[in-house]
């Protein structure tokens, strides 16, 4: 049995070209609540693979501070940038199959693909700083393919704005 954590960067800035885009008040506030949400479900992902894009790089770093010294493998992956659910799917498959818990980080609209496909579900965006969390009935990642899955939580950052436009946090 393998397990997937399918996460949303967190919200970035506008202006800069796409890949250099940094995380913003928004999704700092995000990853804060995303942070406790899941160490209160108990993930512990062996590794995390996260796109080359600065927010994705920024989004797993701060997890990886949630995780302290039980997840210290971020695998930043220069192909996850902009990559479609079959090349995601090709880079899952060349996982070691002793890599059980796997947590991978990108942008949309791959994400929400990948999670819809993988899971044969219906299409549900996934929000900034989500974390879909997918059980896989595989005993190696190499057979790893579309309606493999069973979404077992969608967990979303409780982030709102209040009536003077600053970004709080529902905990």
Request: zero cysteines; aromatic letters at 2%.
């Amino acid at each position: 049995m393998k397990r997937l954590y399918i996460v949303r960067n967190a919200h970035a800035a506008i202006g800069a070209l796409d890949r250099e885009r940094e995380l913003d008040e928004q999704g700092l506030k995000e990853l804060e609540s995303i942070g406790s949400q899941i160490v209160a479900q108990g993930m512990r992902p062996n590794i995390i693979l996260t796109s080359s894009a600065r927010r994705s790089v920024e989004t797993a770093k701060h997890i990886r501070e949630v995780f302290g010294l039980l997840v210290n493998v971020i695998d930043i992956r220069e192909d996850l940038y902009d990559a479609d659910i079959h090349k995601i799917l090709e880079i899952l498959r060349l996982l070691p199959d002793e890599k059980n818990s796997v947590m991978l980080i990108a942008s949309n609209p791959s994400i929400t693909e990948l999670s819809t496909s993988i899971t044969n579900s219906e299409y549900e965006d996934i929000p900034n700083g989500a974390v879909v969390v997918v059980e896989l009935r595989l005993r190696h990642w190499k057979d790893l393919g579309l309606r493999e899955g069973r979404k077992l939580a969608l967990i979303k950052p409780q982030v709102t704005e209040n009536n003077t436009g600053k970004i709080t946090v529902n905990l």
